[in-house]
């Protein structure tokens, strides 16, 4: 490719130590400037790494009224102190965040890929970019030389399946070595839509082929490609098993030792993700009643059979060392190779699709009525390659689908799509007319916050039944579980900082199904600690899911077995391992307290973050229609009998949804009173100044945003 | 497939093999650097070597493992990233690591120790 260079930076290589470098990039795309920042002591006290770093740097990028699409916006990709080790499990993690065009505020992204550590062994701890580049171009970090580059990119494809391996390919010194690049990038409809993702890349040695993790929420890929950005790009050659610099490596090698040994003797009889990925929970899902069908309205339907895990474990090539980084074990990236799509641009050509993971397959299978498990791969890759984030397109494309039943919607809004439950052609069609920037997609691409005011005001559609079945929240799509019948995962996904995702508390199986944490004040305390330990995750640039989707043999028998006490116990040590720092499972929590509520005011300085935007849509939370109340009518008439003393006999279904209604609205309500006095917030949902001196968060920039709201 | 056959009915637990090769692959008399482990009991004792099975190398990340034209398993180092988790496949616990060391070690069949054993208790054979 004959490219431009448009700027150059060149640095001194120093190698990492104890898990950090101890300066930050800055890169500018529309000023050219790229500079070093230092990372000061206090950032490293407070704000640890990765997620915090990213916080950090950001709140001091942006101004009040920064939006989404301000020059001043940025995309941070930061690492943490962790990450690249390769020895522990799952820990290969940048977590990414920028200023939402979905939300508005700060949006973060827990992605795999090589991107990340490799940036971090360039010299990195993190990675800044503003501005607005006033051509098309990509980010060229070379941590074998010392420079970053920003060259001109006249290129003309940008769909990440194909335009990954070309930089791959065309940065590589040599066709054996192209395992030492990894590419940021995103797709053609995150030139015209916001619900997309960033595509992070990992070249598969085996199969030959540039795989793609995806930072997919909140439409990180729409602000890069605003920027004019086509692609960033990083060489690093050096990798080995000290890269990280630990100040104790036997130690580290020795408890990741241990739980590849856990996995290798585990995992085929728990969560089989060596086999089937996170896929694995279809089945499981729709057992328990929790898999999103037809818009969230059902957690199980007997089609569902046809996206058992088996069918997708029939699909995904089996016997391959399947992790998104060195050393992880766990091994769940699982692909579909030679797959040929029947629709779109890329048709009848053999391509490699990344996942399905459970999200996208219930997202883009059971919630919109598909459950051929190929038309999902189809789905799946489209939105990849595109740069669609799958679980926001499946919630979206489903709340269509049923605005299209309730004649909201018709042909003729559609431009001529039919929206009916099932129809995988039609959902091809809003994606490829996504990347195409035409038609209905478009609609459909700006998510379900927008559609709900669009189908009120030009449709005039009732904008009541619209807030009840859109499933978002702060703007956010929701992801694909069921949270009705648990009252601790309805906060779990409303109180989620960044908007509805689960990766801040999973507690359906504690809650609904075990029924451990019974009282408000035993929600409270599942809703204070489990978000503030996958928070730190986020901090030291690892992944959640060799915590507690693996488990010790004999993890039952602990005093806390959903906190999974030993590998709690492993990331104290290989965090003390790794930075020589003090630590226990209590200063874990604090770290992670920190940065939280630091993000918590954040929201609130961009204007949410309060109990105001803590709002869910009431599918979220109970039966909406009475197809749904009458399609669990003996659980709901039981619980009106039972929890109310109520008896349901002679009532209407309308008078019986009324009562239960009013009954959990009210249950919700207590339960963020709960949570907020736990988390040392106001019944407002605002930190209090005394909380935020209590764990050390009390930088004068934040106490300044709070007092705005006390 | 060339391979070390040990033969624990004739083994008099000497540890003569596991000074022969942690010195040739290690430069130290360390039975903890050997590839191939002698542990005593009661009746014979237990001879740990690689049977080269090649269940490694369907795990390893980096493609750093790889079979020989003998059928032999050998580890690149310069691909080596030193994850461990061939250590944790190896259905005979064959594949070794020490603490500190940046990579695994393993037999490679090369039959130094076959030299050092005073009761030809260890044979190369191709099967």
């Known amino acids: 490719m004959n490219r431009k260079l448009i700027a150059e930076f060149t640095y001194d290589l120093a190698p990492v130590k104890r898990g950090y470098n101890k300066r930050t990039l800055y890169i500018n795309v529309g000023t050219k400037e790229i500079k070093a920042k230092p990372v000061s002591d206090m950032m490293i006290d407070k704000f640890v790494g990765g997620k915090g770093f990213d916080m950090y740097l950001m709140w001091h990028g942006v101004k009040d009224d920064t939006t989404w699409n301000s020059p001043e916006n940025e995309i941070c990709i930061a690492f943490g102190p962790l990450c690249g080790n390769t020895s522990y499990p799952g820990s290969g993690k940048s977590i990414v965040t920028t200023i939402s065009p979905l939300t508005g505020i700060p949006v973060d992204c827990n992605v795999g890929g090589h991107f990340g550590p490799y940036t971090k062994f360039s010299g990195w701890d993190a990675l800044e970019l503003q501005g607005k580049a006033d051509e098309e171009v990509i980010v060229f970090i070379d941590g074998d030389k010392g420079t970053v580059q920003i060259f001109s990119a006249p290129d003309e494809e940008i769909n990440s399946h194909i335009f990954a391996e070309e930089l791959i390919k065309e940065f590589a010194d040599s066709p054996d070595k192209h395992q030492f690049v990894s590419v940021v990038s995103t797709g053609n409809a995150a030139d015209h839509v916001n619900i997309t993702c960033l595509n992070f890349s990992f070249w598969d040695k085996r199969r030959k082929v540039a795989r793609l ?498 | 497939m060339k391979v070390l056959k040990p033969l624990p009915e004739k083994c008099i637990a000497c540890h003569a093999c596991e000074s022969a090769c942690s010195n040739l692959y290690f430069k130290e008399d360390n039975a903890a650097l050997s590839c191939i482990v002698i542990t005593e009991s009661i009746t014979y004792p237990d001879m740990n070597v690689c049977n080269q099975c090649q269940a490694c190398v369907a795990a390893c990340p980096t493609l750093a493992l790889s079979v020989n034209s003998n059928g032999v398993v050998m580890i690149n180092k310069s691909l080596c990233i030193g994850c461990l988790m061939c250590v944790a496949v190896c259905p005979t616990g064959s594949m070794h690591t020490s603490p500190g060391l940046q990579n695994p070690f393993k037999c490679i069949a090369c039959g130094v120790c076959t030299k050092s054993c005073p009761a030809d208790a260890i044979k190369i054979v191709v099967e």
Not at chain 1, 281 to 290: F, G, Q, S
Not at chain 1, 314 to 319: E, R, V, W
Not at chain 1, 624 to 643: F, G, I, P, W
Request: hydrophobic fraction near 35%.
């Open chain 1, 213 to 710: 993790k995806q930072a997919g929420r909140g439409g990180t890929g729409t602000v890069f490609r605003d920027k004019k950005i086509k692609a960033m790009v990083v060489k690093y050659s050096g990798l080995k098993a000290d890269t990280n610099n630990p100040v104790d490596l036997p130690t580290l090698q020795q408890t990741g030792l241990k739980l590849h040994k856990e996995i290798e003797a585990g995992d085929s009889t728990q969560c089989r993700m060596h086999e089937v990925g996170t896929a694995h929970l279809m089945e499981v899902m729709n057992d328990y009643d929790l898999l999103p069908i037809r818009n969230f309205k059902y957690g199980q339907a007997p089609e569902a059979i046809g996206l058992h895990s088996r069918e997708f474990t029939a699909l995904f090539t089996q016997g391959v060392a399947d992790g998104c980084w060195y050393g992880c074990s766990l091994s769940c990236c699982k692909a579909v190779d030679n797959f040929k799509p029947r629709t779109g641009p890329y048709k009848g050509q053999s391509v490699c699709v990344d996942g399905p993971e459970y999200e996208t397959a219930a997202g883009c299978g059971s919630n919109i009525g598909v459950f051929d498990p190929k038309d999902v791969v189809e789905i799946n890759f489209y939105c990849d390659t595109y740069g669609v984030d799958t679980i926001s397109f499946g919630t979206s494309t489903a709340f269509v689908m049923e605005c299209y039943e309730n004649g909201i919607l018709d042909k003729q809004k559609t431009g001529g799509l039919e929206l009916t439950w099932g129809n995988a052609d039609t959902a091809l069609e809003l994606l490829h007319q996504m990347a195409r920037g035409e038609g209905f997609g478009l609609t459909v691409g700006k998510g379900v916050r927008a559609m709900k005011a669009i189908f009120a005001q030009e449709y005039g559609a009732d904008p009541d039944f619209l807030q009840d079945i859109g499933m978002e929240a702060k703007g956010l799509e929701y992801s694909q579980y069921m949270s009705k019948e648990s009252l601790a995962q309805q906060g779990g996904y409303t109180l989620a900082l960044k908007g509805p995702q689960h990766d801040e508390a999973w507690l359906i199986f504690m809650d609904m199904v075990n029924n451990h944490i019974p009282t408000f004040k035993d929600k409270a305390e599942a809703l204070h600690y489990f978000p503030m330990f996958r928070t730190w995750f986020g901090l030291q640039g690892l992944c959640k899911l060799p915590w507690n989707d693996i488990e010790p043999a004999n993890n039952t028998e602990t005093d806390e077995p959903a906190k999974v006490p030993e590998h709690v116990a492993n990331y104290v040590d290989i965090y003390k391992a790794i930075t020589g720092k003090p630590m226990d499972k209590y200063e874990l929590i604090r770290q992670s307290e920190r940065v939280y509520n630091f993000q918590k005011v954040f929201c609130m300085r961009m204007g949410k973050g309060r109990r105001i935007d803590d709002v869910p849509p009431y599918r979220a939370v109970g039966p909406v229609t009475e197809e749904e109340y009458l399609s669990r009518s003996e659980r709901y008439d039981k619980q009106l009998q039972d929890k109310l003393g109520v008896d349901p006999s002679g009532k209407s279904t309308a008078e019986k949804m009324q009562i239960l209604r009013s009954y959990r609205e009210d249950q919700y309500q207590q339960l963020i009173d709960a949570v907020y006095e736990r988390k040392g917030w106001t019944p407002a949902g605002v930190p209090t100044l005394e909380h935020l001196h209590k764990i050390g968060m009390d930088l004068p920039e934040v106490l300044d945003v709070v007092k705005r709201y006390l």
